[in-house]
Nanobody, 127 residues
């Protein structure tokens, strides 16, 4: 399984970026996907997650109203649309594949409940 994240870059505060994460290597039927981020000197933190069908999403409070997660299963790709970016959003953003294909399991904010991770894409927001 490989997850390839892309779309990061340098943007001014108030700007937007769209991250993509393409999955390959096996079937992902039933699996949720999530985005996490890690700033220098800080622990990895949950950003947003989406269920297999896309009918359920959950996001951290600090991104609600600004970031939107979505997915296209035909393309095995999950997206994170980030608007109204702030300098404190600066971090490496990682996508991850949920460990279970049980669609009844609630979306998880815990890194340990994701078993495959992308390489990360750097997002830098200047003030």
């Amino acid at each position: 399984v490989q997850l390839q994240a892309s779309g990061g870059g340098l943007v001014q505060a108030g700007g937007s970026l769209r991250l993509s994460c393409a999955a390959s290597g096996r079937t992902f039927s039933g699996r949720s996907m999530g985005w996490f981020r890690q700033a220098p000197g800080k622990e990895r933190e949950f950003v947003s997650a989406i269920s297999w069908t896309g009918s359920r999403t959950y996001s951290a409070d600090f991104v609600k109203g600004r970031f939107t997660i979505s997915r296209d299963n035909a393309k095995n790709t999950v997206y994170l649309q980030m608007n109204v970016l702030k300098p404190e959003d600066t971090a490496v953003y990682y996508c991850a594949l949920g460990r279970t294909n049980n669609v009844l399991v609630p979306l998880s904010t815990t890194p340990g409940n994701y078993d495959y991770w992308g390489q990360g894409t750097q997002v830098t927001v200047s003030s």
